[in-house]
C-alpha cells in the first residue's frame, strides 16, 4: 500500500498528528516573524486611522469655508408635504463616486434655534454647495416661504465679555437596527412637541437642535441592506459581529429568546404578525432615497464668570432639565426603531463644527417627518414670512435702455424687475404707507429718467425726495434742473397761471383748482366772481399776475383802469353790477374769496413763484427737452391747502403743457414723467381723471400716481385711478385697503399677502407689451449712494444761471437755468433764445 505524501497525506492517515504539526508550524513562523509583523501591522493601522481622520478633517474644512445659513421664514399655509419634497430634492447633491471618494460628500444641517424671542429655522449649507441652489428648492417645496442668506455663525453664540457658558448637550442615535423605520405617520405635527419643549428660556438662554443629513448611495446602502436580512435572527451585521456569532453560535438567540429554527416563528402567531410587519416596514425604508443622519442638542446659559457655586449648580440642573426635554420630544418617533441618548463630549464646540461622520440610515420620509417647517400655524414664537413669494411672469423687462428700474424678483431666479418706456405711459398706481419703501421706488424712477434724459415733473408735499433726488443727480444735469424749494431762501422760479395761450383755459384751469381745494367753502357767486377777476386780468396789455387780483377787486381807480377797455361786452356788464354795488354788498360778496387770496398771497415764496410777474419756466421745453423740475412744497412749511393749491397749480401747467403737443406729430413726441406723490391733494383739474389719463398716454406722458391709503382718495378719483393706472405697485396695505385690492392681484396673491408685506416688499401686476400680467411680488432696490455735496453743487449752478443776464429778448420765457448745456436744446425754436 502507498501512503500518501504531504500534509494531506499526513492528515488522512493521522488527523490529529496533522493538526498538531500545523500548529507548531504556524507558532514557529510567529515567534520568528511576530517580532517585526505586529509592530508593522500597528503601524499601519495607526496610519491608517491618522490617515482617514485627517482626510475627514480635510474634507470638513472644505465644508466649512464659505458657508452659509439661510433662515426660512415660515409661510402662513405651509404644504404637510413640502418636507418630502425637499429632501428629495435635495438627493441631487449626491455627488459621483470618485469624487466622494477623493473629497467626500458635504451634508447639510437642518437647525432649530430657541432663544427667548422664540425659535427661527435655518439650514446650514456648506460653501461648495452653489448659491441659490438650496434657497429655490426651499421656496419650491413651501410656496411663500421666504429665505435670508447670511454667512453661517454657530447655532450657539459665544458669551460677551465678562461671562462664561454652562453648556449641557447630547446626541440621538437608532437603538435599534438602522433597517428598522422610525414613525412617520401622525394626525397632528410631530415636531410641536420639540418647538414647545424649550419655552421658557430667559434672557442669556439659548437652545439649538441640530439634523445633520447627508445622502448616501453606493456601499453604505448595500450594507444597510445586508444587514436587514439579520434583523430577526439576532445577528449582527457588521463583520466583527458576525465573526463572533461564529465563535459563540446560539448565543445571540439564546439572549433574545428568539427560536433558532425559523419555522416555528409561523407556529407563533404574535411573532409571525411582528416579523412581517417589520419585514414591510424594512421593505418600504428602503425602497427610496436614503440619508446619513445624526441628530445634536444643546442648552446653553451665559452666567457671569464670578458667579457663586451655588448658582452654577443651579444653571447647570435647569440647562439638564431642558435639554433632557429636548431629547425626550423625539420619542414621537417610536415605533419599529426608537432614537435613544448617546453622550456628547464638548456639546457647544460639537454643535458649532457641525461635523458628520458617521450617522443612521433614514429615508425621505423618515428625515421629513424630523426636519420640516411647523404645519400648526398656531404654535407661537415661530419667525414667520408675511407674505408669500410669487416668481414675476416671463415677459417682464430687466432694466437697460429703455426700461425704468422696479426692483428684484424674490422668488425663483433673484433678477432684476423694470418697467418698459412704452409700458409706463400706461401709468403706475403706487400704494403704500409712510416708511414701507414709497419713496425709494419713486427716487429710483426719477434718477432713470434724469440719467435717460426724459423730461420729469416731480411734486413733493413731503421735502425729502427732492432731498434725495438732488445729491443723487449727476453733475451734467444740474442745468436741466428747475427747483421750487418752499424752504430756500432762495427766490424761486416764477410759473405764471394766468400767463400764455390764446384761449381762456388757463383761467378754468386756476378757477377749479381753487374751487376743489375749497369745495367746502367755495359757492357759484365765489366762482363767477374769480373767473370774470381773472378773465378781465388776462385782457390788459401788462403781463397779468394774481397779485392783481385783490387790487382789481378793492381800488375803483386799478379797476377803473383795466376795465375802461374791456371789448366783451359779458364782462363789461359784470364789472357795470359789480360798480353799482354798495360798500357793503361789495364787501359781502369779496369776502369768501379775499380770505382766501390773502392767506395764499401773503406767504414770500407763493408770491414770488405763483404771482412774481413774467414766467420763467416753460412747461413745455421741461417736458419735451428733458428738463428735471423738483417742486419741493413740505406741507410743514406752506400749511395744507396752500401747497395743494401750488402743487395743483403746477400740474394744471403741467398738463397744459401736455396737451399742447397735438400739434407734434405723436411719433415724435418725446416721452416725460410726472410723478406726484399724496396725489390725491393735487389732483384738482376740470376735467375727469380718466379722461387725463386716458389723453395722457397718447401725449405721451407717463404719470406715477402715489399716494398712502384709499381713504385719501374721492370715490371718482378712486374709480378712475384704479381702472386707468394699469400698472400698480403696492407697498404694505391697511386690511380694509388690501380687501379691495386684492380684486386687483388675486388668486396669486390674496389680501393676507397685501397685508402682510415687509419694508421695501411689493405685490406688482405691471402692464407688459400693452397687456396687464400675472401678479407677482418684488423688493425694491435701493438708490444709489448719495454724493457729499452734489445737492449745493446743483443748487449753486441754479443760483449762477439766475444771476447769468438772459443773451435774448426780455420777452422769452426760458424753460430752466443753463439749458444750453443740453444737446438735446439744439432743437429749440429760436423764438425762445435759449436760456440764462
Avoid at 447 to 452: C, K, P
Wanted: hydrophobic share 40%; glycine share 10%; with cysteine.
Amino acid at each position: 500500500m502507498i501512503r500518501p505524501e504531504g500534509w494531506v497525506g499526513g492528515y488522512l492517515t493521522d488527523p490529529w498528528g496533522a493538526v498538531h504539526q500545523l500548529l507548531a508550524e504556524v507558532l514557529d513562523v510567529a515567534w520568528s516573524w511576530g517580532p517585526i509583523a505586529l509592530p508593522v501591522l500597528a503601524l499601519v493601522a495607526a496610519g491608517q486611522a491618522v490617515g482617514r481622520r485627517w482626510w475627514r478633517g480635510r474634507c470638513h474644512a472644505t465644508l466649512v469655508a464659505d458657508a452659509r445659513c439661510v433662515t426660512v421664514l415660515t409661510p402662513p399655509t405651509v404644504d404637510p408635504a413640502g418636507g418630502v419634497l425637499l429632501w428629495s430634492n435635495l438627493v441631487g447633491l449626491l455627488r459621483p463616486s470618485w469624487r466622494r471618494w477623493f473629497s467626500g460628500q458635504p451634508h447639510l444641517a437642518w437647525e432649530y434655534r430657541f432663544s427667548e424671542h422664540g425659535v427661527t429655522l435655518r439650514l446650514w449649507v456648506p460653501g461648495v454647495i452653489p448659491p441659490g441652489l438650496v434657497e429655490r428648492a426651499i421656496e419650491a417645496a413651501w410656496p411663500g416661504a421666504h429665505t435670508r442668506t447670511v454667512p453661517a455663525d454657530p447655532p450657539l453664540p459665544a458669551p460677551k465679555t465678562g461671562l462664561h457658558a454652562i453648556t449641557v448637550g447630547g446626541q440621538l442615535r437608532l437603538a435599534r437596527p438602522e433597517a428598522l423605520p422610525i414613525r412617520i405617520g401622525f394626525d397632528a405635527d410631530p415636531i410641536r412637541g420639540l418647538l414647545g419643549a424649550p419655552v421658557g428660556l430667559g434672557r442669556d438662554e439659548y437652545a439649538s437642535v441640530q439634523i445633520l443629513a447627508r445622502p448616501v448611495t453606493g456601499r453604505r446602502v448595500s450594507r444597510a441592506r445586508r444587514a436587514a436580512r439579520h434583523v430577526h435572527s439576532g445577528a449582527s451585521g457588521r463583520l466583527g459581529g458576525r465573526l463572533l456569532d461564529l465563535l459563540t453560535p446560539g448565543a445571540s438567540a439564546a439572549r433574545s429568546g428568539r427560536p433558532r429554527d425559523a419555522r416555528r416563528i409561523s407556529q407563533d402567531p404574535q411573532l409571525s404578525l411582528e416579523y412581517s410587519a417589520q419585514n414591510r416596514a424594512i421593505v418600504g425604508k428602503q425602497r427610496g432615497s436614503q440619508y446619513e443622519i445624526v441628530v445634536r442638542y444643546a442648552v446653553t446659559t451665559h452666567l457671569p464668570v464670578d458667579a457663586d457655586e451655588a448658582d452654577v449648580r443651579r444653571t447647570r440642573d435647569t440647562a439638564r432639565g431642558q435639554a433632557h426635554a429636548l431629547a425626550a420630544s423625539f420619542a414621537a418617533y417610536t415605533e419599529h426603531n426608537h432614537f435613544h441618548r448617546l453622550r456628547l463630549h464638548h456639546p457647544a464646540q460639537a454643535v458649532a463644527t457641525r461635523r458628520l461622520d458617521r450617522g443612521d440610515l433614514l429615508s425621505v420620509p423618515e428625515l421629513a417627518a424630523l426636519a420640516h417647517l411647523p404645519i400648526d400655524a398656531e404654535i407661537p414664537g415661530i419667525e414667520r414670512a408675511g407674505a408669500k413669494a410669487v416668481a414675476p411672469p416671463p415677459g417682464v423687462a430687466v432694466p437697460g435702455p429703455e426700461v425704468k428700474p422696479l426692483g428684484v424678483a424674490d422668488s425663483g431666479h433673484a433678477r432684476p424687475i423694470g418697467l418698459r418706456v412704452p409700458d409706463a405711459r400706461h401709468h403706475l398706481h403706487v400704494l403704500g404707507a409712510t416708511g414701507s419703501g414709497k419713496s425709494t421706488l419713486l427716487g429710483n424712477l426719477i434718477l432713470d429718467d434724469a440719467d435717460a434724459g426724459r423730461g420729469i415733473v416731480l411734486i413733493d408735499p413731503k421735502g425729502d425726495l427732492v432731498t434725495d433726488v438732488l445729491s443723487r443727480l449727476p453733475r451734467e444735469a444740474a442745468g436741466r434742473v428747475v427747483l421750487f424749494d418752499a424752504d430756500s431762501r432762495q427766490r424761486p422760479p416764477c410759473l405764471n397761471p394766468l400767463e400764455g395761450g390764446e384761449t381762456d383755459r388757463e383761467v378754468d384751469n386756476l378757477v377749479s383748482v381753487f374751487r376743489r381745494v375749497y369745495s367746502a367753502f367755495w359757492g357759484p357767486r365765489t366762482d363767477d366772481l374769480m373767473r370774470a377777476a381773472c378773465l378781465t386780468l388776462r385782457a390788459q396789455d401788462g403781463v397779468p399776475t394774481l397779485a392783481d387780483l385783490p387790487k382789481l377787486l378793492t381800488s375803483e381807480a386799478f379797476r377803473t383802469r383795466i376795465t375802461g377797455g374791456l371789448s366783451d361786452p359779458v364782462l363789461a356788464g359784470f364789472w357795470e353790477w359789480y360798480d353799482e354795488l354798495t360798500d357793503s354788498s361789495r364787501s359781502q360778496v369779496i369776502s369768501p374769496l379775499m380770505n382766501k387770496l390773502r392767506a395764499f398771497l401773503l406767504r414770500p415764496f407763493v408770491k414770488d413763484a405763483i404771482a412774481g410777474g413774467r414766467s420763467t419756466v416753460d412747461m413745455h421745453d421741461v417736458l419735451n427737452e428733458g428738463g428735471i423740475c423738483l417742486v419741493r412744497i413740505p406741507k410743514g412749511s406752506l400749511g395744507d391747502e396752500t401747497t395743494r393749491l401750488i402743487g395743483s397749480v403746477i400740474v394744471a401747467r403741467t398738463w397744459q403743457a401736455t396737451t399742447g403737443r397735438a400739434c407734434v406729430p405723436q411719433r415724435e413726441r418725446p416721452d416725460a414723467s410726472l410723478v406726484i406723490d399724496e396725489c390725491h391733494n393735487f389732483l384738482n383739474l376740470p376735467y375727469p381723471i380718466e379722461d387725463m389719463l386716458a389723453e395722457a398716454r397718447g401725449f405721451r406722458l407717463a404719470m406715477t400716481l402715489a399716494h398712502q391709503h384709499l381713504g385719501q382718495l374721492p370715490r371718482e378719483l378712486k374709480e378712475g385711478i384704479s381702472t386707468n393706472a394699469r400698472s400698480k405697485i403696492f407697498f404694505n396695505a391697511s386690511p380694509e385697503d388690501a380687501r379691495e385690492l386684492a380684486r386687483h392681484t388675486g388668486p396669486r396673491l390674496s389680501e393676507h399677502d397685501l397685508a402682510h408685506l415687509g419694508v421695501y416688499h411689493v405685490g406688482a401686476r405691471l402692464v407688459v407689451h400693452g397687456a396687464e400680467t400675472e401678479p407677482f411680488t418684488m423688493t425694491t432696490s435701493p438708490m444709489r449712494p448719495a454724493v457729499p455735496g452734489r445737492a449745493k453743487e446743483i443748487r449753486a449752478a441754479i443760483r449762477s444761471a439766475e444771476a447769468t443776464p438772459p443773451s435774448h429778448s426780455p420777452s422769452s420765457r426760458p424753460a430752466a437755468h443753463g439749458r444750453k448745456t443740453d444737446p438735446r436744446r439744439a432743437r429749440r425754436d429760436a423764438s425762445t433764445g435759449g436760456s440764462p
